[in-house]
């Protein structure tokens, strides 16, 4: 079946450090890819998400580009910020689970001032 | 104006308890789902509703069962609780299912706790 693996955390940076979190996926078909942000004590909020190969997402400084040659979704950051500190997951969505999110076991990042 | 809500935000109950948690949308949304985060912080789809129909069952006990009144709500019934059952539930929602790349919107999610 499909499947997401994400890099074990924690990740701890100094602010403006470069951020990468790395994503790869196994499905078949031609899976939609996601990140998603989980703030202390909160749900789930989009972060970005792309639905085919070599479509680049991006939001709020963050960027995945959808790489189907290798099978990757890595979420980057150029100058990261004590506030990105949360809990980031990947994620997809194909037809053959109902497009319900099959998720990535989450990357903790801390950034310290 | 919360898009999606969840009640209670904890529940903290004893081994053999029943208990139900809800979730309601504002959004408009066709399709809604319930989620478990166990305490590593993995997210697992439980059930997917699409317009008070179930698509989605996964492999869960039998002693949790979905209920969608209306295409708004899915609510989380839980039979004779167990401690396994401690865990960060979520709800979410999204436009339709058939659909590729549907964002899901996600509710603050309910802390249950069984003692």
């Known amino acids: 079946g499909d499947s997401v693996t994400q890099m074990e955390g924690p990740v701890t940076l100094s602010e403006e450090a470069f951020l990468t979190i790395n994503c790869t996926y196994t499905?078949?078909?031609?899976?939609?890819l996601f990140w998603y942000v989980q703030y202390p004590g909160e749900g789930l909020q989009l972060l970005l998400k792309?639905?085919?190969?070599?479509d680049k997402g991006s939001n709020k400084g963050f960027e995945a580009t959808y790489r189907k040659e290798t099978t990757s979704f890595h979420l980057e950051k150029g100058s990261v910020q004590v506030s990105d500190s949360a809990v980031y997951f990947c994620?997809?969505?194909?037809?053959?689970?109902?497009?319900?999110?099959?998720f990535g076991k989450g990357t903790s990042l801390l950034v310290t001032p | 104006d919360t898009a999606v809500s969840q009640t209670p935000k904890y529940l903290v109950t004893q081994m053999g308890n029943d208990k139900s948690i809800k979730c309601e949308q504002n959004?408009?949304?066709?399709?809604m789902y319930w989620y478990k985060q166990d305490s590593k912080k993995f997210l697992k789809i439980m059930f997917s509703?699409?317009?008070?129909?179930?698509?989605i069952n996964e492999t869960v006990p039998n002693r949790f069962s979905p209920k969608s009144p209306d295409k708004a709500h899915l609510n989380l019934h839980i039979n004779s609780l167990e401690l396994g059952d401690s865990a960060v539930y979520f709800c979410?929602?999204?436009?339709?299912?058939?659909?590729?790349?549907?964002?899901?919107?996600f509710g603050p999610g309910t802390r249950l706790t069984v003692l």
């Open positions: 499905a078949t078909g031609y899976p939609s």
């Open positions: 994620a997809l969505q194909n037809s053959n689970s109902g497009y319900a999110l099959n």
């Open positions: 792309a639905t085919k190969a070599d």
């Open positions: 979410a929602s999204s436009q339709d299912t058939g659909t590729r790349a549907d964002t899901q919107y």
């Open positions: 509703y699409n317009n008070k129909e179930l698509i």
């Open positions: 959004l408009g949304h066709d399709t």
